[in-house]
C-alpha cells in the first residue's frame, strides 16, 4: 500500500538552528501538506503545496518557515532559526486531488528544540 | 466562531461495549466531514468521510458515523469495540470555499477497559 514518508523521526536541535524536514508523498499525489501537533494539543494546518508553489498557508507559516519540492519526489519544510516553540510533532501529507479527498498523513517528525 | 468541536477529551468504555463520539462543527455551510484514527506513535488514518448523499456512513475497522444537518453533528460510532481501538480520534472538516486544508477538532482520547 502507497504511503507518505517522512525523516527522521525524530530530530533534536538547538534553538535558533535551521532544520529542514522531509518528506516523500505518494508519488501520483499533486497536493502536498505540512501540519503540526504540539504535544497534548489539536493538530494544526501550515500549508498547503500544489504545482510547485503555496497554496494556502496559516498564521503559523511566517517567514521563518519556507518549503520545497526541490526534485520529483520530495517535499521538505525548512525552519530557519528554531524557537523553543516549535516544538511539536510534523506531518507531512498528501492527496490526489484537493483536500476533500483523502489525506494520505506520514508517521511524524517530532522536533525537539532545546 | 467557525470551529470543529468535540466535547469529549477522554473516554474510557469497556471491551465489547458501544461507543460514541461527539463532534459539531458551527460553519455556515456544511462542509466536508472526516473522522481520522492516531494510535500511538503513528500518523493519522481516515476512518471515514461524509460528502453528500446517505447521512449514515460506513468506515473502516467496523466503524460508522451519522451526519445530522439540524444538529450540525458527525458522531463517530462503533457497536463493539476492541482493545486495539484505543487511540486519538479526531472529527475534522475541509470547507467548500477553501478545499485546501484539513481543519482538526481537539481529539477524544479512547481507551479501553479490558
Known amino acids: 500500500e502507497p504511503e507518505v514518508t517522512q525523516t527522521p523521526s525524530h530530530q533534536v536541535t538547538q534553538m535558533g538552528q535551521e532544520v529542514i524536514l522531509r518528506c516523500v508523498p505518494i508519488?501520483?499525489?499533486?497536493?502536498f501538506y505540512w501540519y503540526r501537533q504540539i504535544l497534548g494539543q489539536k493538530v494544526e494546518f501550515l500549508v498547503s503545496?500544489?504545482?510547485?508553489?503555496?497554496?494556502?498557508k496559516s498564521e503559523i507559516f511566517d517567514d521563518q518557515f519556507s518549503v520545497e519540492r526541490p526534485d520529483g519526489s520530495n517535499f521538505t519544510l525548512k525552519i530557519r532559526s528554531t524557537k523553543l516553540e516549535d516544538s511539536a510533532m510534523y506531518f507531512c501529507a498528501s492527496t490526489q486531488e484537493r483536500a476533500n479527498t483523502e489525506a494520505f498523513f506520514g508517521q511524524g517528525t517530532r522536533l525537539t528544540v532545546v | 466562531a467557525q470551529s470543529v468541536t468535540q466535547p469529549d477529551i477522554h473516554i474510557t468504555v469497556s471491551e465489547g461495549a458501544s461507543l460514541e463520539l461527539r463532534c459539531n462543527y458551527s460553519?455556515?455551510?456544511?462542509?466536508?466531514l472526516f473522522w481520522y484514527v492516531q494510535s500511538p506513535g503513528q500518523g493519522l488514518q481516515l476512518l471515514l468521510k461524509?460528502?453528500?448523499?446517505?447521512?449514515l456512513v460506513q468506515g473502516i475497522k467496523g466503524f460508522e458515523a451519522e451526519f445530522k444537518r439540524s444538529q450540525s453533528s458527525f458522531n463517530l460510532r462503533k457497536p463493539s469495540v476492541h482493545w486495539s481501538d484505543a487511540a486519538e480520534y479526531f472529527c475534522a472538516v475541509v470547507l467548500y470555499s477553501s478545499a485546501s486544508k484539513i481543519i482538526f477538532g481537539s481529539g477524544t482520547r479512547l481507551s479501553i477497559r479490558p
Open positions: 461524509y460528502f453528500s448523499g446517505d447521512t
Open positions: 460553519y455556515g455551510a456544511t462542509p466536508y
Open positions: 508519488s501520483n499525489h499533486l497536493y
Open positions: 503545496f500544489y504545482n510547485n508553489e503555496i497554496s494556502e
